[in-house]
C-alpha cells in the first residue's frame, strides 16, 4: 500500500484484504509503505515474486508518475505490472473559502481572468490527482493560477478552511463533511454525472466547461508474470467483494462508486489515463 493509513485508499485496501483473508483462510497483511510519490511502495510490488501474493492499490496520480518523472523511475507502470481490476471511481470536487467572491465555475473563471496569477490553488503535492486536476481546468478554461503544494490533503483543506488559499480540487471523501458544515463552497464535480452525496452541486460540464472531465479511479495490481490463472482468480475474487451490498454501501457513504473490470478493461484504462496526464504534465510544465 503506498499510502498512509488514511484515506480512501486505505479504507479499499483494508477491504479486500479483511474479504481475501475470509475467503482464502490465510492471513492477508496491509503494508503501508508512503512516501516519495508512492514510488516507494510500487517499486517493492515490481520487484516482487510474479506469484499474486503480493498486490498494489494505485490511483489517479500512478498513472501521472510516467511523465512526471521521465526517464528516472525505477519501474515501468506498464511493463512491470499486471493489472488486475478497477476497483472504484469517485469526483474531485471544486471547493473555495467561503469568502472568494465567485458562486460559480464561471463567476470563478472571470474572477481568475480578471486578476491573472493572483488566485491561489492549494494541493497534495506535486503530481497528484488535485493537482493535476487544477492544472487541467487551467488549461481548458484559459486562465492562470498560483499552486501552493502541501504535504498531503489534510493541511490543504486545512488552509482552504482558513483561508490562506483561495480554492482546491479534492477527492470529494476529503471534503464534503467541511462542504456539509458550511466550511467549504462548493462549486462544481469533475465527473459527467453529479454525486449522491452532493446531489445539488453541478457537474464541470453543466457548469459551462463542457471539455472537463476527472475520475478519480482506484485499482489492483500484481506484479508483471503472475500467471493469467492468478490473475482471473484475483480478478473474481475482487470483483465479487466490490459487489457485496455491505461494501457498495460502505463506499457510497463516502461518495465512491464500485467499478469493477477485467483486467484487460483496466490496462486499456491505464494506458489512456497515461496519455491524457502525459500531456497536461508537459503542457503545463509540472515538475
Same mark, same amino acid.
Given at each position: 500500500m503506498p499510502f498512509p493509513p488514511s484515506g480512501f485508499n486505505d479504507v479499499l485496501g483494508r477491504t479486500l484484504a479483511q474479504e481475501f483473508q475470509k475467503t482464502w483462510g490465510q492471513p492477508v497483511v496491509v503494508d503501508n509503505r508512503p512516501g516519495g510519490n508512492t514510488i516507494i511502495g510500487s517499486d517493492i510490488v515490481a520487484k516482487a515474486a510474479p506469484d499474486g501474493h503480493t498486490l498494489l492499490v494505485v490511483a489517479l496520480p500512478f498513472s501521472v508518475l510516467p511523465s512526471l518523472f521521465a526517464g528516472k523511475l525505477p519501474f515501468d507502470v506498464v511493463k512491470d505490472f499486471a493489472p488486475v481490476s478497477l476497483c472504484a471511481g469517485s469526483p474531485n470536487m471544486l471547493v473555495a473559502n467561503p469568502s472568494v467572491p465567485a458562486n460559480s465555475v464561471k463567476e470563478l473563471i472571470a474572477l481568475a481572468k480578471a486578476q491573472p496569477g493572483k488566485l491561489t490553488y492549494a494541493s497534495a *503535492? $506535486?503530481? /497528484? %490527482? $488535485?493537482?493535476? %486536476?487544477?492544472?487541467?481546468f487551467k488549461m481548458v478554461a484559459g486562465i492562470d493560477m498560483l499552486h501552493i503544494p502541501y504535504k498531503g490533503s489534510a493541511p490543504a483543506v486545512t488552509d482552504l478552511i482558513g483561508g490562506q488559499v483561495n480554492i482546491l480540487f479534492d477527492n470529494l471523501p476529503n471534503v464534503i463533511q467541511h462542504v456539509k458544515a458550511g466550511k467549504l463552497k462548493p462549486l462544481a464535480v469533475t465527473t459527467v454525472k453529479r454525486s449522491s452525496q452532493a446531489p445539488d452541486v453541478p457537474t464541470m460540464q453543466e457548469a459551462g466547461v463542457a471539455d472537463y472531465e476527472v475520475s478519480v479511479w482506484f485499482g489492483l495490481l500484481a506484479t508483471a508474470g503472475t500467471p493469467p490463472d492468478v490473475i482471473a482468480k484475483l480478478n473474481a475474487? /475482487?470483483?465479487r467483494v466490490l459487489n457485496l451490498p455491505e461494501v457498495k454501501a460502505r463506499f457510497a457513504a463516502l461518495g465512491v462508486d464500485v467499478v469493477a473490470s477485467s483486467p484487460d478493461q483496466f490496462t486499456q484504462h491505464l494506458k489512456?489515463?497515461?496519455?491524457?496526464? *502525459?500531456?497536461?504534465?508537459?503542457e503545463a510544465k509540472i515538475k
Open positions: *503535492g $506535486n503530481g /497528484t %490527482s $488535485n493537482h493535476v %486536476s487544477a492544472e487541467y475474487e /475482487t470483483v489512456s489515463e497515461i496519455a491524457k496526464w *502525459g500531456k497536461v504534465v508537459r
